[in-house]
């Protein structure tokens, strides 16, 4: 059996995880480098990723909630275990961002909730699109007063799921909230969430709406604590979603 | 997987602070949120289970028959998940048997290719073999299903 042979042939135990690790690792790097193996190793981890559908879903004790919470608050985060994986990471762990924990907390906790029992999913669904065209990320950005503010649009088709995740914005003012909508040509923009940020300017939001025919988010100042039903400034913040 | 609802709490809240901490590194490109954190909560449940010893392993079950569903909040995404729930169940019954259990033993057991050799006396190019035929018949069946692509 060749080298490239005995290597296919570990494909499979490595996409349901069952090598060791220093296996893995060559594993790894010779999918990255080999254009049959690679395509090989995507189309056995789609079927894995279906097998954990097969388990019932369960629902997580609300306890749960205030677990994860309670450990994404905690200022000593890095000190979490979760160093004992077997697996090298695909990537290295980036540097904390202390300044974004209780709104990557808050991210965590939509998350959780959205995919109660882990296993939340949409569907039977007809056949759909690689995995890979099914998230697309857009950019929004500051001008003029917000000319520093930015913020990255995460749209999950595959989960239903839009993240927003804002960066550098300007505190609101008392009483004042950020309002979002999305804008679509010859109809009134849609609100679809108000927020403010934390003391760094920063948010995610979760959207609970598709971005389906809309071209435009943007981002206005509007009264608190429940915003406007239609923008009553121009916005300074926005981004085209296509 | 792990047999104990409070080592499945760890995992899951193990596994959604990993995946705070690499947030930035979500690439969109190579899958979904979705599948980002069912992999992580699966590879943590995984490292719990090779820290166990290998006598407790055995013990356990692979699947809870006592898990209890979710109440639904959306009919048609709880009808549409028992739909696709069913249609894996049935692929994964569609295999020979021998296939169906490396594959349970590797991803819901934790259990690396060796292990499963020497648990199931088989040579560990005859495991190699059966798994990959169990994902390559997993994979045909579950394209007719269109549940997945490729």
Same mark, same amino acid.
């Given at each position: 059996?060749?080298? =490239?042979?005995?290597?296919?042939?570990?494909?499979?135990?490595?996409?349901?995880?069952?090598?060791?690790?220093?296996? +893995?690792?060559?594993?790894?790097?010779?999918?990255?480098?080999?254009?049959?193996?690679?395509?090989?190793?995507?189309?056995?981890?789609?079927?894995? &990723?279906?097998?954990?559908?097969?388990?019932?879903?369960?629902?997580?004790?609300?306890?749960?909630?205030?677990?994860?919470?309670?450990?994404?608050?905690?200022?000593?985060?890095?000190?979490?275990?979760?160093?004992?994986?077997?697996?090298?990471?695909?990537?290295?762990?980036?540097?904390?961002?202390?300044?974004?924990?209780?709104?990557?907390?808050?991210?965590?906790?939509?998350?959780?909730?959205?995919?109660?029992?882990?296993?939340?999913?949409?569907?039977?669904?007809?056949?759909?699109?690689?995995?890979?065209?099914?998230?697309?990320?857009?950019?929004?950005?500051?001008?003029?007063?917000? +000319? &520093?503010?930015?913020?990255?649009?995460?749209?999950?088709?595959? %989960?239903?799921?839009?993240?927003?995740?804002?960066?550098?914005?300007?505190?609101?003012?008392?009483?004042?909230? *950020?309002?979002?909508?999305?804008?679509?040509?010859?109809?009134?923009p849609l609100p679809v969430g108000t927020f403010v940020?934390?003391?760094?300017?920063?948010?995610?939001?979760?959207?609970? =709406?598709?971005?389906?025919?809309?071209?435009?988010?943007?981002?206005?100042?509007?009264?608190?604590?429940?915003?406007?039903?239609?923008?009553?400034?121009?916005?300074?913040?926005?981004?085209?979603?296509? | 997987?792990? &047999? %104990?609802?409070?080592?499945?709490?760890?995992?899951?809240?193990?596994?959604?602070?990993?995946v705070w901490n690499r947030a930035s590194t979500f690439?969109?490109?190579?899958?979904?949120?979705?599948?980002?954190?069912?992999?992580?909560?699966?590879?943590?449940?995984?490292? *719990?289970?090779?820290?166990?010893?290998?006598?407790?392993?055995?013990?356990?079950?692979?699947?809870?028959?006592?898990?209890?569903?979710?109440?639904?909040?959306?009919?048609?995404?709880?009808?549409?998940?028992?739909?696709?729930?069913?249609?894996?169940?049935?692929?994964?019954?569609?295999?020979?048997?021998?296939?169906?259990?490396?594959?349970?033993?590797?991803?819901?057991?934790?259990?690396?290719?060796?292990?499963?050799?020497?648990?199931?006396?088989?040579?560990?190019?005859?495991?190699?073999?059966?798994?990959?035929?169990?994902?390559?018949?997993?994979?045909?069946?579950?394209?007719?299903? &269109?549940?997945?692509?490729?």
């Amino acid at each position: 059996m060749s080298d =490239h042979e005995e290597l296919e042939s570990l494909v499979a135990p490595w996409v349901l995880g069952a090598l060791e690790p220093g296996e +893995s690792e060559i594993v790894r790097t010779h999918i990255d480098g080999c254009p049959t193996c690679r395509d090989l190793a995507g189309r056995l981890s789609r079927v894995v &990723g279906e097998i954990p559908v097969a388990v019932d879903e369960v629902a997580p004790p609300a306890r749960l909630r205030e677990r994860v919470l309670s450990a994404a608050s905690a200022p000593q985060v890095a000190a979490a275990p979760v160093a004992i994986s077997r697996r090298p990471a695909a990537t290295s762990r980036p540097a904390r961002r202390p300044r974004v924990i209780p709104v990557y907390a808050a991210a965590a906790i939509a998350l959780l909730a959205l995919i109660a029992g882990l296993l939340a999913a949409e569907a039977v669904r007809a056949p759909s699109p690689p995995a890979q065209l099914q998230a697309t990320r857009f950019t929004l950005t500051g001008h003029q007063q917000m +000319s &520093g503010a930015q913020a990255t649009v995460i749209d999950d088709r595959a %989960d239903g799921l839009v993240l927003v995740d804002f960066r550098g914005l300007p505190q609101p003012g008392d009483g004042r909230v *950020y309002e979002l909508w999305l804008i679509r040509t010859g109809s009134n923009p849609l609100p679809v969430g108000t927020f403010v940020p934390d003391s760094t300017g920063a948010k995610i939001v979760l959207v609970d =709406h598709s971005l389906s025919g809309y071209s435009v988010m943007a981002v206005t100042n509007e009264p608190g604590p429940a915003g406007s039903p239609a923008p009553s400034q121009q916005p300074q913040l926005y981004g085209n979603l296509a | 997987m792990l &047999g %104990d609802p409070g080592r499945a709490e760890d995992a899951v809240q193990e596994a959604f602070m990993n995946v705070w901490n690499r947030a930035s590194t979500f690439d969109p490109e190579r899958g979904s949120i979705r599948a980002w954190l069912l992999t992580a909560v699966r590879n943590r449940s995984i490292d *719990y289970l090779r820290g166990r010893g290998s006598r407790e392993r055995e013990e356990r079950e692979l699947q809870s028959d006592s898990a209890q569903a979710l109440s639904p909040s959306d009919p048609w995404r709880e009808v549409a998940l028992s739909l696709e729930r069913e249609a894996v169940r049935d692929a994964m019954a569609s295999l020979p048997s021998e296939q169906r259990q490396v594959v349970e033993l590797a991803y819901f057991g934790g259990y690396t290719q060796n292990e499963i050799a020497d648990m199931t006396r088989v040579a560990l190019g005859t495991v190699k073999g059966r798994m990959r035929l169990a994902l390559e018949k997993l994979g045909s069946y579950l394209r007719g299903r &269109g549940l997945v692509d490729v």
